[in-house]
């Protein structure tokens, strides 16, 4: 969530260009400073400020990799493409694996095809 004075900052010298399919609003400056860019941002919907929330084509547009903004049917989506997925690291969702122990700390028998090495 936006702090006073993210809201305050963007309110002054924001313009809104956009929004995701999570519901973050993506801003630049109203102008640019005389020799520079325009200054680009996000303000994250609620869940928190993470990084790893914005989709790659708003994520090519924030870091001036590209000047077109993402169109809403902006590129051809395949059968195979997953929706973006925040990275889910220290979160509930994470990976554990088998003999985590937030998953019980209790892994398969082994099944007899591991020959420990010994120096000769």
């Not at 801003?27 to 400073?33: G, L, N």
């Not at 000047?67 to 509930?92: C, I, M």
């Not at 554990?96 to 591991?114: C, E, I, Q, V, W």
Request: no cysteine; net charge neutral.
């Amino acid at each position: 969530m936006a702090n006073a004075i993210t809201r305050w900052t963007t309110w002054l010298y924001g313009e809104r260009v956009g929004e995701d399919s999570q519901g973050n609003i993506y801003y630049r400056s109203k102008s640019a400073p005389a020799g520079g860019r325009r200054r680009r941002w996000v303000v994250y919907a609620k869940g928190g400020d993470e990084a790893s929330r914005v989709p790659p084509e708003f994520h090519a547009w924030l870091h001036y990799t590209t000047d077109e903004l993402p169109s809403k049917d902006a590129g051809v989506r395949y059968v195979w493409q997953q929706e973006h997925e925040a990275n889910q690291t220290g979160a509930p969702g994470a990976y554990r694996p088998p003999g985590h122990t937030l998953r019980g700390g209790a892994r398969d028998k082994a099944t007899g095809d591991y020959e420990a090495w010994t120096p000769e």
